[in-house]
């Protein structure tokens, strides 16, 4: 009888074990995912999380994503970017989620003077990350089987500041790209809650930036909606104020406007990725036009992100 019962015992612990084992396994495979180290900077391992498809898009086109978190908080792996890149994956793209240096995790209490040329720092760290995340994927395009002339760069909040900024950039020729390959041009740029800090000068372009889709509310204060003046001669420019600036410029671009909604939709990608691949299709397809909507969606609710202003983002006043 004891020997029985150890028998038993054993067989159910197995069971068990294995149960557990295929549980991981499955995990794995819906994620699709592998980690590599793109670079070695400032003793920081810079890391980017691949998710292949299971069903890859015939074209081999590739998903950069970019969280976001005020240039001092976020996580390539957060339970929010593992749900856009799984999706995007899910819509065959091969999907990057990628780290780059917060450089205001650790910065000082300092005046809004002061955080101007903080940010204008973080900003410029956050491009040169993502231009060597870039190359780096170039460099290993045939084993994660993309084409580098289909690369897609989107984001939320700062990282959607950060896509735009290095397509800008790389516009302008500017040092934060300096990483990027000579030849490449983004095949679109998405962004969620973002905008461009230049020089109040206004936003030119010495080239031609890619095709590009603005998501944005219209109540949006941390990012603002239109723009936010800095220190030395520059401000924040938002997507109603960059998209004007394509317009201008004969610039193909979408912007989805959001109404009475504010920093929330930095967030939305799950809940737009039917417009999210409307756009993409369309850039790739070389279709892109001047395309401009008014959205109110009763799924997408406010939150305490409404009302919130940078200045508060900061604890600044």
């Known amino acids: 009888m004891y020997f029985c019962i150890l028998e038993i015992t054993i067989d159910v612990f197995m069971k068990k074990c294995l149960l557990l084992l295929v549980t991981m396994l499955t995990v794995l495979c819906l994620r699709g995912q592998q980690t590599y180290t793109y670079l070695e900077r400032d003793t920081l391992s810079l890391k980017l ?24 908080s976020g996580e390539r792996n957060s339970e929010h970017s593992m ?18 240096r917060l450089y205001l995790r650790h910065a000082p209490k300092v005046s809004v003077f002061k955080m101007h040329a903080l940010f ?57 790209t300096d990483a990027l390959p000579r030849t490449f041009v983004p095949a679109a740029v998405v962004p969620y809650a973002g905008g461009i800090y230049c020089h109040n000068n206004g936003l030119k372009y010495n080239v031609p930036p890619a095709p590009t889709c603005f998501f944005h509310g219209t109540t949006d204060r941390i990012v603002n909606y239109n723009s936010f003046r800095g220190s030395f001669h520059k401000a924040l420019y938002g997507a109603n104020k960059v998209a004007r600036a394509f317009t201008e410029q004969g610039y193909g671009h979408w912007i989805l406007r959001f109404e009475d909604r504010g920093h929330e939709i930095a967030s939305v990608l799950p809940q737009t990725i039917d417009e999210f691949c409307a756009f993409v299709n369309a850039a790739l397809a070389g279709r892109v036009m001047h395309y401009d909507a008014t959205c109110y969606d009763s799924d997408i609710r406010q939150s305490k992100w409404s009302t919130m202003h940078l200045l508060d983002l900061y604890k600044l006043r």
């Open 120 to 176: 204008d720092t973080a900003i410029r760290y956050a491009v040169e990350d993502c231009s060597a995340a870039i190359s780096w994927v170039c460099d290993h395009a045939q084993t994660l089987g993309i084409d580098t002339s289909r690369i897609i760069l989107t984001g939320s909040s700062a990282g959607a500041i950060t896509v735009l900024q290095t397509d800008y950039s790389r516009c302008n020729s500017l040092p934060p």
């Open 83 to 100: 749900q856009c890149c799984r999706m995007l994956a899910d819509r065959g793209f091969v999907a990057i989620a990628i780290d780059y």
């Open 49 to 72: 999380d691949v998710y292949q498809p299971a069903n890859p898009r015939p074209d081999k086109a590739c998903v950069i994503y970019v969280f976001g978190g005020g240039f001092y």
